[in-house]
Structures are given as structure tokens and as C-alpha cells.
């Protein structure tokens, strides 16, 4: 059995305690004595005789009694706290030298810093693994050191900051002023090993396979071959791991770390198949879509699929990436989709949505703000088919705020806006059942563009556009996009010829299709395709009446000289690219966004222009920009980076808060990282 050692007080303390019990115990007697003097009987009558005979011997004794305790009582307690003052100084010199001597021991470098950020003190940790800090350098030094702009006082963690091979973890005492350095280098190391061996996972597909089957000649199957074997020694050099299942379509697979080598590259397969079209006269492009997920692989699969759809939604050549939290990067879009020769997707989709419209009851039409011909066509065309079905059925306008082109075209043939629409205000969602109410959403794929953006979290939708998909398109059950076609308008009028009933549209719906057709088409000069004509043809056919058109979308002569006032402003960004920018010179007016995509199509009219952008308010706080390109200059990404979007050909976008000079300057710059940029 162990025996615990007994402690012994100093004697100090133990004077303190005896005085103290001394004292107590004198108290104690005196109050006995009080209680005895009272008693006058036997010895108490004789110590009381004594007292009052001599009271000053006995006030001596008595005051004696308690002044020598009592006082030794006091000198005992100061000696003691003295003593233990003493004590604690040395216990915390101890302490003090012990943390210290531990920190220089420590693999965690520290250091300490005063009120002017300046370095008082480091211990030797740090200055192994920073050997240039210096006493009294600056916290700004440590943070070029580091590489890091963070103010390091006001934070309390941060990681992954890197001096030459080493990583660190910096944690921020801020009461004390004390930084210190975790090195996490293995940690770290360990964690880029994880990631760079982490699978990603794509799809590869080859746009125009049909056109390269088509292909009466021999070639076809030489350009399917050279496809094919560039594709394969991509994969080689790049180690991927790439496997044809069918056709026109691969799977591929390769690691994260050598999945960083193509985004650092930028996907140059996509210019090095652009480039064997050249060849073989004929265009030939590929889409990609690519996605990595560290949890599962069959998300990772499902989520390259979409990225693949979004590729092919926005017209092909290009490379898109998509992670679980649906971020979505593009490369590439650098040519011009490609018509599609084979009508099989545009039968599948008539087919797909008449069964979707058969199982509703009611059907809800729209297309996008401020809707313009091929909007309001396209949505009347899908409201015949609706109502050749038997459904509730309504087109979502606007009571106001409708261009002048629509009006026109519904007073020429004497309606009204009540008798094939609804106002979306007047609208009572909780009147309509979730189970057999459908959305039909046409000439745009944005949530952010539709008349009515709670239908789409209330009701199922299917999509209909021409537009190129974006990062955050509408996740329809059914969503036919193809970006090739002239209008939304000839994609429902190929719809209506392919659906099982036998649909007559009335001379006004015709008229109005066709009128977007056309100008979307710019009288069919623009992305205008054999399919395009037949379904003007088949509009025809149904009565759509060309001198209506004529009528409704000629300009009148101010509309005329305003536009001719703002051509003239245009201006150069380099000749030698036939870029102009023209802006609006009247800064107080408000334009139309089909005013500023009018001046846009008719500056590409002059010889030396291959693209244009134009520049000028749509309201008091939004600034509009329309861009067109005659050339293989897609001014859809130029838009995107601006928060737009469109065709390759033909873009736009809205920036608000700004002034025309700062819309300018921004259009500049991006400009400039596409030209200077390529050129430096």
C-alpha cells in the first residue's frame, strides 16, 4: 500500500492559525468570565472583590490577554500573504518559462504580435519553417509570404496557405495576439492525392453523326473514322479511359488530376475536331459533358448526362462541366449549330407531348416578357393543339406593355386579347389542381424570363425553344430545345404536323406564326434551313396572310430616323475584326429591346461589319445590349459573361444601375480578353 506523504505548512502559516485559535479561545473565556462575574458566590465573589479592588491591574491583564494574540494574529497574516505572494510569482515565472520553452519545442510555429502589427517574439518552429522572418517585420510580410491578401488579425482560422513546400493552418489567439502555424503539409498532401484520384466521369457525342451518315459518298464513313481515332489519341495522351457504346456516342473516364490537364487546356479536341471538317467539307463538331461526384458514381453518371443534354441544348461543340451543386462550366460554342437533317426528335416530341397534354385538364401557355411575334406565334400554335384536344386552355399575356406588332395583328382580324388568353394577374393557383394542370413554356428555357415564374414550382412544365440552353434552364419533364431551328415558331408548327389529330389553324394563328418565323429568320436570310421553308410552306397552306404581315411589321419614319441617329453613332472597336459598338446618342431615352436589336441587324448590312452591339436604356434603371454577328464571332458567350444570353448569332443582355459609358467599358473589356487576349 502506498502511503500518501503528509504536507507541512510553513510555519508563518502555522503562527497564523495558533494566534487566530489563541484569540478565539480568550473571546470565548472572556464571555465566560462575564457570565461568572455576575455570580457572587464562593471564588467568584473573591475574583469580583479583586476586581473592583484593583481595576487597573486586572484592565492590564485583560487588555493583554487579547492585544498579544491579536496582534500576532495581524503580523502573522500579512508574513503570510507575503509568503504566498511570493509563491505565486515564482509558480508563475515558472509557468511562464515552461510555456515559452515549450512553444520554442513545439512543431507549432507562433509568434506574437504588438499594436502596430509589429513581430515581438517567434518561437523556433516558425523560424525553421519561415528562416527570412525577421523580429519587428510587419504582418504584411508574413502575408506576402504567404501569398495571401487576408488581414490575418481579423480572422481566427484559415488554411491551406503555402510558403514554398509547406502548408499551414494558422489559428489567431486574438485576446493574446498570438498567431500560430499549424503545418498540415501531410494532411494536405494526403487530401490532394484523394482528389486527384477521384473519378470523373463524361459523355462524348458526336453532333452531326447524321449528316456524316447521310453523306452519299465514300467519305462518310472516312470522316467518321478520323473522328474516331483523333478522339482515341486524345484519350491516350490525356490517360482517359474512352469506350464507343453506340453510334455516335462515348463514355469517358479519367481522374480528377488528369481531368485539371484539359481544363488548363481548354479542351483543344473540341478545335481539333472543328478542324477535320475542314477536310471533308463539311462541318463536324463533338459535345462533352462532364461531372465528378466523390460520393457516388451513378450520380456522377447522371449528372455528366445533363451536362451532355445542356452541351446539345446549347448547339454542340463545346465542353460542359456540372457538380452536384449544379455549378456549370463552359468551353468552346465556337461554331454555329448545325441543321438536323432527320426529323425524328421533332416526332418524338410531338409524340412525347401529346400524351403529357392528354393526361391534364387544364393547360397554361407562355412564353417570355415582353413577348414578340415568335412568342406570341408559338404560344398560340400550341393553344390549337390544346384546344383540338379538348382542354381548359389560356395564353398568359400581359393586359399592357404588349409590342406594337401584337396589337396591330389582333385588331387586323378583329379580336380581342380575351379571346384566346388570360391575364397573369387574374390568376389563382390554389383554383387549379398540381395533378391535371400542365405548363407549356415557349421561346425561352429561363425561369427568370417567363411571364409567370410561380406556375413552375406549382404545376408540371414542358419547354419548347430555340434558344441555347443555360446554367439554369428549366428543368421540364419534357424540354425540346434546338438551338438550329429559325423560331420557336417552326418547331410547333413541325409539332402540329406530326401530331396524331388532324389540326387546321385559323387564318390568324398562321398569320401570326409566320410573321415570327420571319422575323426571326430575318425574312428567312438567317439560321434558315429546309425545314424551315417547309413550315412556312405549311403555314401558308392554312391561310397565314403575307400582306397582313407586311403591313404589321413595317416602321414608320421616326421610328426610321431614330434608328439612322444611333447607326450613326456607331463606331469601330478594330476594323480589322468588323466589330462596331454603337450607343444610343439620345442618353435620356428609353428604347425597346426590339428598337435596339433592329439597329443591331441593319448596322450588319454594311460591308465591313461582321458584328455589332448596340447599346442604350430599356428603362430608367436597365441598360440593353444587342449583339449580332454575320461571322463565326458567337456573341452568345460574349452576352452570357455579361448575365445574357441568345443564339451564336444573335444575342443580348441588361445591366442595371449603370451608366452607357460603363455598359461600354464592360462590353470593352470583355472584347479585349477575346481579341488582346489571343493576340498577346
Known sequence: MIQKSKKTLPAIVQVKYYSFALLLSINILSIIFVVLYNINSGIFASIKTFILSSPFVFSTLFIGFFLIPTGMTFVAIHLAQRYYMKEIHSLEDRVRCSSTDALDHF?????????????????????????????????????????????????TKIEALQYHETVFTLHHDVKNKIIYFENTTQSFRLQERYRDSQLVFGYVFV??????????????????????????????????????????????MTTFKNFQRLLDEKFTILEEIRSLGKEFNIQTTISIGFSSDEDSFQESARLAWEALELSQGRGGDQVVIKDKQN????FGGQTNPIERQTRVRAKA???????????????????????????????????????????????????SGLNDEIIRLIDAFDLTLDDFSIDPETINLTNYKQNDTLVLVVDTNSPKLVQL?????????????????????????????EPYASSTCELVTEILIYQPLKIELTVFE????????????????????????????????????????????????????????VIQNGRFYDSNYGIVIAVDPESNMIRTRKFLAQVADRLLNFGDVDTS?????????????????????????????????????????QLKDCTLIEAKQQLLTILDQKYKGENA
Open 327 to 330: 455549378n456549370v462550366q463552359f
Open 349 to 399: 416530341a410531338a409524340s412525347s407531348l401529346h400524351t403529357l397534354m392528354q393526361s391534364a385538364k387544364t393547360i397554361f401557355i407562355m412564353g417570355h416578357l415582353a413577348p414578340d411575334l415568335d412568342s406570341f406565334g408559338a404560344a398560340l400554335g400550341m393553344y390549337r393543339i390544346a384546344k383540338a384536344m379538348g382542354k381548359q386552355t389560356a395564353i398568359i399575356l400581359p393586359r
Open 510 to 565: 398562321a398569320t401570326v406564326m409566320l410573321a415570327g418565323m420571319m422575323l426571326d429568320s430575318k425574312n428567312f436570310t438567317h439560321r434558315t434551313s429546309v425545314r424551315t421553308f417547309d413550315a412556312a410552306a405549311t403555314l401558308r397552306q392554312m391561310g397565314a396572310d403575307s400582306i397582313v404581315i407586311k403591313d404589321t411589321i413595317k416602321d414608320d419614319l421616326n421610328d426610321y430616323l431614330q434608328k439612322a441617329a
Open 107 to 155: 512543431s507549432i510555429g507562433a509568434l506574437s504580435y504588438d499594436e502596430d502589427k509589429l513581430i515581438r517574439w517567434m518561437n523556433k518552429s516558425l523560424m525553421t519553417y519561415i528562416p527570412t522572418l525577421q523580429l519587428h517585420d510587419s504582418l504584411t510580410q508574413v502575408n506576402n509570404m504567404l501569398d495571401t491578401t487576408i488581414d490575418l488579425t481579423s480572422i
Open 453 to 481: 415564374a410561380s406556375l413552375l414550382d406549382y404545376f408540371p412544365v414542358a419547354v419548347i425553344d430555340h434558344h441555347r440552353k443555360s446554367g439554369d434552364s428549366i428543368d421540364g419533364i419534357i424540354t425540346y430545345v
Open 613 to 653: 452591339f448596340v447599346i442604350g436604356f430599356i428603362d430608367e434603371n436597365t441598360i440593353g445590349i444587342s449583339a449580332r454577328s454575320t461571322s463565326d464571332t458567337n456573341v452568345q458567350l460574349m452576352m452570357e459573361t455579361l448575365g445574357g444570353g441568345g443564339h451564336f448569332n444573335v444575342a443580348a443582355t
Open 207 to 252: 453532333d452531326n453523326y447524321d449528316l456524316i451518315q447521310s453523306r452519299e459518298d465514300r467519305y462518310g464513313q472516312d470522316i467518321m473514322s478520323a473522328i474516331q481515332k483523333s478522339l482515341n489519341n486524345w484519350a491516350r495522351t490525356n490517360d482517359i479511359y474512352l469506350r464507343r457504346y453506340s453510334s455516335e456516342r462515348f463514355v469517358a
